[in-house]
């Protein structure tokens, strides 16, 4: 069982940054960020096929976060010009296997970390 650590997260007032790191403790090769606010579904952010360190981000924050690879078992998501939309708890998952085009969709994943809270609030 492959166990996902993250940190991160927190308060910050809108327009502000927020770094989320997500690292896992064996073999993957998908790793991704979701999130979810209270009585929404849970929406896939950023995403990245480790082999080959491609990387995909939701329309819904291109261009205002970035995911990078750190190592072949940990991740950062980097977040910038948040907005009050952006609060939620942030989840990092992970898969054994590569979901190909369902790199956004959560039932591929297999693996998931507790979430973290971040909050975007003046």
């Known amino acids: 069982q492959v166990q996902l650590v993250e940190s991160g997260g927190g308060s910050v007032q809108p327009g502000g940054s927020l770094r989320l790191g997500c690292a896992a403790s064996?073999?993957?090769?998908?790793m991704a960020w979701f999130r979810q606010s209270p009585g929404e579904k849970r929406e896939g952010v950023a995403s990245?096929?480790?082999?080959?360190?491609?990387t995909y981000t939701a329309s819904s924050v291109q261009g205002r976060f970035t995911l990078s690879q750190i190592n072949s078992t940990a991740v950062h998501l980097q977040m910038s010009s948040l907005t009050p939309q952006d609060s939620g708890t942030y989840y990092c998952?992970?898969?054994?296997?590569?979901?190909?085009?369902?790199?956004?969709?959560?039932?591929?994943?297999?693996?998931w970390g507790q979430g973290t809270q971040v909050t975007v609030s003046s």
């Open positions: 064996g073999y993957i090769v998908q």
């Open positions: 990245t096929y480790i082999p080959q360190g491609r």
């Open positions: 998952a992970a898969s054994a296997t590569r979901p190909g085009v369902w790199r956004f969709t959560a039932s591929v994943y297999e693996f």
